[in-house]
């Protein structure tokens, strides 16, 4: 079958293959604040994309759980533990299922964190896993999150990605490090690693 070639390969990344609508961060917002979106609604904002979350099973539920507390065991002062609450970038609001963020719970009372805000970004992954190695990584590497793991549920792995491309065509992260169940993996904040985890101890 022959390759259209007038539009790039790699934009299959940036258009979900799921039930989607276009917005702006403006538009998703005044949807919230009328109530036409709320809590009940599993979707959340993917670079303009209003995208259907997908449903958590038990092996999910718990790594997140473990990963919170396991985290919030190591952090410095000045930074805490958020799970599955938004993050808002310049296109996309997306909902980790982890995130440590930098201050105090009452500095967002009236906004969420953006990048600027955000030491490490965790997702869970079974069923999203290739989201979010592809439309996840770019959205995060393009805002310049200095670390991003995925806990790999499916190859029972922590995929470790640093040093973010920032803005360019083609947002990515320069390094990958996969971490395995008999391993520590070191927790960086701020280019300082505060403690290690055992990979073992988050997954399910």
Not at 104 to 127: C, F, K, L, W
């Amino acid at each position: 079958m022959a390759v259209d070639t007038r539009y790039p390969t790699h934009s299959v990344f940036n258009v979900p293959t799921d039930p989607i609508w276009q917005l702006s961060i403006d538009q998703y917002h005044q949807m919230i604040a009328l109530g036409i979106l709320t809590d009940d609604d599993p979707v959340e904002l993917l670079e303009g994309w209003l995208v259907t979350k997908m449903p958590k099973n038990p092996a999910h539920r718990l790594t997140t759980q473990l990963t919170r507390e396991a985290l919030t065991a190591l952090l410095p002062a000045g930074y805490y533990v958020d799970d599955q609450e938004p993050m808002t970038t310049d296109e996309s609001e997306p909902e980790p299922d982890v995130m440590i963020v930098r201050g105090q719970r009452r500095d967002y009372r009236d906004h969420h964190p953006g990048p600027q805000d955000i030491a490490v970004v965790i997702e869970v992954s079974d069923t999203t896993l290739q989201r979010d190695r592809t439309l996840k990584k770019h959205i995060y590497a393009r805002s310049g999150i200095p670390v991003y793991w995925i806990v790999n549920l499916t190859e029972r792995q922590i995929e470790c990605y640093t040093h973010p491309s920032g803005p360019v065509e083609h947002p990515d992260y320069q390094h990958r490090q996969d971490y395995q169940p008999t391993d520590q993996i070191p927790l960086h904040i701020s280019d300082q690693v505060v403690g290690t985890l055992a990979v073992a101890e988050l997954l399910p």
